[in-house]
């Protein structure tokens, strides 16, 4: 993927700019003989997706390289026609791996500016690359192939962060922190819990992205524009040259399907929403106010106006970015919803925001991996948050029910208790057991054991719980799935 993209990138730079296309018809337009009147300058610029879907290069001729061979196999190419073919397409596509590939105002998309070259370099042999094809099918075939190899891409990546993750809960697992609700303080867990808290959601992430993948690895190739292929091709021998599993059963579902690209989009949108909940954290937590960690200077920016100033650009960008990529899903989502059978030009408009919203993911994800690699964590700072707050209220309200109290009168005079201690400017740990004795005569002296953040934390061991015997084994099954 990496020498494909980079080769893209190279060969964009050779794109020919809007000013630089010709009003009159040029020679060789695939669909020119129907047409009398020249196409206008105006709708060449409008309608060229060349700017954008270039990347899909390495697929388009990967996915041409299997056609040949299926035309071939069904008798419509000699071996001869059908190796000077593939020996073309290889040659096309080391000029665009090279970045020697010239664009031609010709070229409508990335599909008819590899045929074109094709011809230019095998000549007319060239113009028998699309028998038996349709852009339709084609660019179906290629967004498949592209999203496959994607989401192979996004999984790793997801897999990295979440180990990242894990190794920080590892380094901090006897860390006390405030666990928040409606961002207030609630109780305490351990801060090793909550970097757990995101693997969990990376993992459901990565589960999404799985299913996306096997939903469209389905070879789509042989639909034609709509209704099938006149040519006796082997559906499934094309699908086996492309490591496709299954092929599509309905021609017109495969040209005009784009589930697949709705579904990553929507997957996508996921990731960056978790990505941009931490990055909300992570803003608040490197605040003064809160001090709780300090974000490594190469991931932030000064100002230039406030010499002090030390911004938490990264993690604010992520966060606007999430917005961009929910936009993405939206769009895609609106183009589809008045579309009829089968193919319409609409569906040009998937792949720019498709592309972006995958690109903005992955650079997201890269950059997160290392924030959260090289966060700085201050321990004193958090120890100090979890002992106040009145965060071991439930405690005391779970002993009286411990001792026969109905919950709603414990949590009643708890609630009591914490007013009481509010008014002497006292935490709950300050209370003395003839202080507690004075709300009700349930309390026993062992009631100050409750009233300490290591005990609160060891109590909460069932399955999910902060105790550390339940988050240290959780690490440890963590740590041997994500091995390697």
């Not at 498949?144 to 990546?157: A, E, G, I, K, P």
């Not at 003395?432 to 309390?443: A, I, K, M, V």
């Given at each position: 993927m990496a020498r494909s993209k980079s080769g893209a990138t190279r060969a964009r730079k050779s794109a020919p700019s809007s000013r630089s296309t010709s009003?009159?018809?040029?020679?060789?337009?695939?669909?020119?003989g129907r047409f009398a009147e020249e196409t206008d300058r105006l709708v060449e610029q409008f309608t060229s997706s060349l700017a954008y879907d270039q990347r899909l290069y390495p697929y388009d001729i990967q996915g041409s390289i299997a056609h040949c061979h299926t035309l071939q196999r069904a008798g419509v190419f000699t071996a001869r026609e059908s190796a000077g073919l593939v020996r073309g397409l290889q040659a096309v596509k080391a000029e665009l791996d090279g970045?020697?590939?010239?664009?031609?105002?010709?070229?409508?998309?990335?599909?008819m500016a590899i045929e074109r070259r094709l011809t230019e370099l095998i000549g007319p042999l060239g113009g028998k690359l699309h028998t038996g094809r349709s852009r339709n099918d084609q660019v179906a075939l290629d967004?498949?192939?592209?999203?496959?190899?994607?989401?192979?891409?996004?999984?790793?990546?997801?897999?990295?962060?979440?180990r990242v993750l894990v190794g920080q809960a590892r380094a901090h697992l006897d860390v006390a922190m405030p666990g928040y609700t409606h961002l207030q303080r609630a109780q305490p867990v351990l801060l090793a819990h909550h970097f757990l808290a995101y693997v969990e959601m990376f993992e459901r992430d990565r589960g999404r992205l799985h299913d996306c993948r096997k939903r469209l690895n389905v070879m789509p190739l042989g639909s034609g524009a709509l209704a099938g292929s006149n040519y006796p091709v082997d559906r499934r021998y094309t699908a086996s040259l492309l490591d496709f599993p299954s092929v599509t059963q309905n021609s017109l579902d495969a040209v005009s399907d784009r589930d697949g690209v709705v579904e990553v989009l929507s997957a996508l949108s996921l990731v960056m929403m978790h990505l941009s909940r931490m990055s909300e954290e992570l803003i608040l937590w490197a605040s003064q106010e809160f001090r709780y960690v300090d974000l490594p200077d190469a991931f932030c920016t000064g100002s230039s106006m406030m010499p002090q100033k030390k911004n938490p650009d990264v993690p604010e960008l992520v966060r606007g970015k999430t917005g961009r990529v929910y936009g993405h899903?939206?769009?895609?989502?609106?183009?589809?919803?008045?579309?009829?059978?089968?193919y319409n030009r609409d569906l040009q408009e998937d792949k720019e925001a498709l592309f972006d919203a995958v690109d903005t993911t992955q650079q997201s994800l890269n950059l997160c991996t290392e924030l959260i690699r090289r966060l700085v964590v201050n321990q004193a700072v958090l120890a100090e948050a979890a002992e106040g707050g009145g965060m071991l209220a439930t405690e005391l309200a779970d002993y009286l029910v411990t001792k026969g109290v109905p919950f709603r009168e414990a949590h009643s005079i708890t609630g009591k208790i914490v007013r009481f201690s509010l008014e002497r400017h006292q935490s709950l740990q300050q209370l003395?057991?003839?202080?507690?004795?004075?709300?009700?005569?349930?309390?026993k002296r062992d009631v100050l054991d409750c009233l300490t953040v290591r005990g609160a934390i060891s109590r909460k061991s069932q399955i999910g719980g902060t105790a550390r015997r339940r988050v240290e084994a959780r690490i440890r099954e963590l740590e041997r799935a994500l091995k390697g």
């Open positions: 009003r009159s018809l040029p020679k060789g337009k695939a669909w020119g970045g020697r590939f010239s664009f031609s105002p010709q070229d409508e998309d990335i599909h967004l498949r192939l592209f999203l496959r190899d994607v989401l192979s891409t996004l999984m790793d990546q997801i897999q990295e962060f979440r899903l939206i769009g895609a989502l609106t183009i589809l919803k008045g579309l009829p059978l089968s003395t057991w003839e202080d507690l004795r004075g709300f009700s005569t349930h309390f």
